[in-house]
C-alpha cells in the first residue's frame, strides 16, 4: 500500500476576510464585539449579565446575574464603563464601533436617565402613600 502524497493547503492562500481566530484584534486595537450591541445589551438585560456574557466574560456574568446586577449598582457602572470607553472584551480589545457611535450612545443614554428619573418622581407620592397606607 503506497502512502498518497502531501495533499495541498486550499486554504493558505484563502481570501476570506474573516481571521480564523474569531477574537482575533481587527484594527488599531479593536475586537469584533460591537459597542453599540454592549451598550443596548447593558441598558435592557444588564442587570441579568447578558452584556458580561456578550463580552465573553462568563464568570462575571453568572456573578452578575445571581446578584440581579449587584442589586443595580454594578449594571449602573457597566453602563458608565461601556460609555467611556473602557469596557474591553475578554481577551482585551477595545469594543469596536466605539468612536464613531459614543456621542448617540451618551446623548439618548442621558435622555433616558433623566426620562427615567422624571417617571420615578412622578410616582414617588403614590408609592410612598401606598407603603403608608399598608
Known sequence: MSVPPNQPNYYASSTNPYPSNPYEQQRNGEGRKSFIAAWLLSWFLGG??????YLGKIGTGILKLITFGGFG????????????GAMRDKYGYRLSGYEEHKKTAWIISIILLVLGLGFGSVNAPDYIQQWQDF
Open 48 to 53: 441579568l449579565g447578558i452584556d458580561r456574557f
Open 73 to 84: 449598582i454594578w449594571a449602573l457602572v457597566d453602563i458608565i464603563l461601556i460609555l467611556a
